[in-house]
């Protein structure tokens, strides 16, 4: 044998020698497993965090309609040392009776006199954007002018308006208001010029630009995010709001309908749950509607998944319960609440839905009934609800709860009832440390494939501790998450549905962490964590296939080999015909792997690869660093239906292997 023979043959052996201790990451590509739900990955909003009044919704005045229990919380008195007036809230006469306060401003004229308003936490705004101001306004003495003004942080004037000619009877008066910088932190002067006085209601300040350009609409840039995820279905309203503290302060979505004067504001529960976070002004205006909540699903292309209210309050707070032979009303509320999102025009609520201008059904496929509910109260009241809405709509599917905790005894009854009753869906939940989703990551594994389907509706990954305000979105927990999603992946036959919660966050009003979007008064950040939901949604695929990781942890040169932490999970995207490879490394070392597609499927020698990694666990993206850890895409070159492949310390990898 020549020596360059003998060099061959020997780095065979060795080759063949590293293959039998290496990790060995193997997809039956011939194989094809359950189809995966077009609707798998989605989203869950909740008003928690400002997410909707200060956040989504695009409205910069709070307290727009001096309905908050301190009438002026928002609003502050602006009175130079010349000027001469008073301020007062009043109920008489008022512009509608859901929302009767206003304010009256009594100017003597002596010079400009009047209020200001803080926004919530400032007003974000910016150079080269116009800005709708509009306030019901009603004279009722005098002929005093208003002047409407724009002031930065620092105190600079960015624009002013005026109004005048205001009649005696309520009616809505306009100003367009153009900033000569961008501040985050400005505020709205409303002020009386000369002597007279004026009613003042719905005053309010909106963005022209906003999602779609909707007049009153949502704020674009977090839209925009939110449509970058490409998620499957949106759950909302919540969470927590959904039950309230009490029933009295529970969500009912009839009332967030029709003109915005004409929905009574709430107490946000968030406002007082927390006495570490407490927001005093935290207040629900619902300009974020049951129907701008189906309009963004649409927008967006995610089915609609609205809860409602099974007659039970947060068992956290009051527990308070609506007697079983009281609860009719709310199981109309929930068949109204269909006939509104797919009724034909020619039905009661079918006809509200065209009325508010869209007279093309909204396709609601699912519901869920109570959000967090445990206990035989909620069992029973569950069935009365199942009853009913499989009488008259079977096609609607009913997602159960299942308890906040995915394995205590609550969630043991819950399911044992829940299968019995032959439930659709049963939502389960976790706010776990990040060693809770590795170790779970095979779960599902052992589920009764015949029995209800799995709805992860709620999951976080906490860096320190549940409620503990020190939880970061690193990118640690975002790696955990990742390989649990994994687990789910491959069990597409059990776990229909998975959504990361809460979604938004703003940076100087939050109540609880982690959360998948911050955002403060001009910008959105995206998460690590936010990205692997967007990998996961992005690259979904239509068919599971099975997948096998084989470790041979054994001895190796005389020293032991710790097992790897590769997680993986494998599908087909018909379209394409493409297998879609997605692999978590979360080891704090690299790991190499054999990679064997089980399969007459030919591997083109390029594959399209997204990797998501940063320089250690603890990093994270920060409004000053805001791609920190972020995917980055690039080409292998090598790739066939065998090929070896070095995974990075604390990463996600996608690849998209392509036919020949």
């Known amino acids: ?53 200060g956040g989504l919704y695009a409205e910069l005045v709070k307290n727009r309609s001096f309905e908050f229990p301190d009438p002026l919380t928002g609003w502050s008195k602006i009175s130079p040392s010349l000027a001469r007036g008073r301020l007062s809230i009043r109920d008489d006469n008022p512009l509608n009776a859901a929302n009767p306060h206003y304010l009256r401003i009594e100017s003597e004229g002596s010079a400009p006199f009047g209020v200001v308003n803080e926004g919530f936490r400032g007003m974000g705004v910016r150079k080269g954007e116009a800005y709708n101001f509009s306030a019901q306004v009603r004279r009722t003495d005098g002929s005093a002018a208003l002047r ?99 029933l009295s302060g529970r969500y009912q979505w009839k009332k967030t309908l029709g003109p915005v004067e004409e929905r009574p504001l709430l107490i946000n529960r968030w406002n007082y749950e927390f006495l570490h976070r407490p927001a005093p002004d935290y207040f629900q205006s619902f300009g974020l509607g049951f129907f701008e909540f189906f309009q963004l699903c649409e927008d967006i292309g995610a089915q609609p998944l609205p809860i409602v209210n099974c007659g039970m309050a947060c068992q956290f707070n009051s527990a308070e319960l609506c007697p079983m032979d009281a609860l009719n009303p709310y199981i109309q509320d929930a068949l109204d609440l269909v006939e509104f999102a797919n009724g034909p025009v020619t039905t009661a609520w079918g006809a509200k839905r065209a009325a508010l201008g869209h007279p093309e059904p909204f396709n609601l496929k699912m519901m869920g009934v109570g959000n967090e509910q445990w206990g035989p109260q909620y069992i029973e009241r569950y069935e009365k609800f199942s009853q009913a809405l499989k009488q008259k709509y079977p096609e609607i599917k009913l997602i159960a709860a299942a308890g906040p905790d995915p394995g205590d005894d609550r969630f043991k009854f819950l399911w044992s009832k829940l299968r019995a009753l032959n439930a659709d869906i049963v939502d389960e939940h976790c706010y776990s440390q990040p060693a809770w989703f590795l170790a779970n990551t095979h779960r599902y594994d052992t589920y009764d494939r015949n029995g209800p389907k799995v709805f992860m509706g709620e999951y976080a990954a906490q860096s320190a ?159 000053d660093q805001p791609r920190k850890v972020a995917p980055v895409d690039s080409i292998i070159q090598d790739t066939s239906n065998a090929f070896r492949h070095t995974f990075p310390a604390n990463s996600m990898t996608v690849m998209r292997l392509k036919p020949k």
Not at 4 to 10: F, H, I, V
Not at 149 to 158: Q, R, V
Not at 569 to 578: C, H, I, K, Q
């Open 1 to 53: 044998m020549n020596r360059s023979l003998q060099a061959a043959s020997l780095a065979a052996v060795l080759s063949l020698s590293a293959s039998a201790n290496a990790v060995t990451i193997e997809v039956q590509a011939d194989r094809p497993g359950a189809d995966i739900n077009p609707a798998m990955w989605g989203i869950f909003f909740e008003d928690i965090n400002f997410g909707a009044d």
């Open 148 to 246: 409407i003004e724009l002031y930065g942080s620092d105190g600079t004037l960015l624009d002013s308006a005026r109004l005048e000619d205001f009649s005696s009877d309520w009616k809505t008066y306009h100003a367009v208001l153009h900033p000569n910088d961008t501040d985050a932190k400005a505020k709205l002067y409303v002020l009386a010029e000369g002597k007279g006085a004026f009613d003042l209601d719905m005053v309010s300040l909106f963005p022209q630009k906003t999602w779609k350009n909707r007049p009153g609409g949502l704020r674009a840039d977090m839209m925009q995010v939110l449509a970058d995820l490409k998620p499957g279905f949106m759950r909302f309203p919540g969470g927590c709001i959904v039950e309230g503290t009490q």
């Open 465 to 623: 501790y549940t409620l503990s305000t020190k939880n970061r979105n690193n990118l640690e927990t975002a790696i955990a998450e990742a390989a649990y999603l994994t687990g789910l992946e491959r069990n597409a036959d059990v776990v229909r549905m998975a959504s990361y919660a809460p979604l938004f966050a703003h940076v100087d009003a939050w109540q609880w962490t982690s959360d998948l979007i911050w955002v403060n008064n001009l910008t959105v950040l995206p998460t690590a964590n936010y990205y692997v939901q967007q990998l996961f949604s992005r690259n979904r695929g239509d068919i599971a296939l099975p997948t096998d990781i084989k470790d041979d942890a054994s001895q190796t040169s005389g020293t032991t080999r710790k097992p790897s932490q590769l997680f993986a999970s494998a599908t087909r995207e018909t379209s394409s015909g493409e297998i879609i490879l997605k692999v978590v490394n979360a080891a704090h070392s690299t790991t190499e792997a054999e990679i064997n597609l089980e399969t007459t499927f030919n591997v083109a020698g390029r594959a399209e690869t997204i990797v998501l990694t940063g320089a250690t666990g603890s990093a994270m993206n920060t409004f």
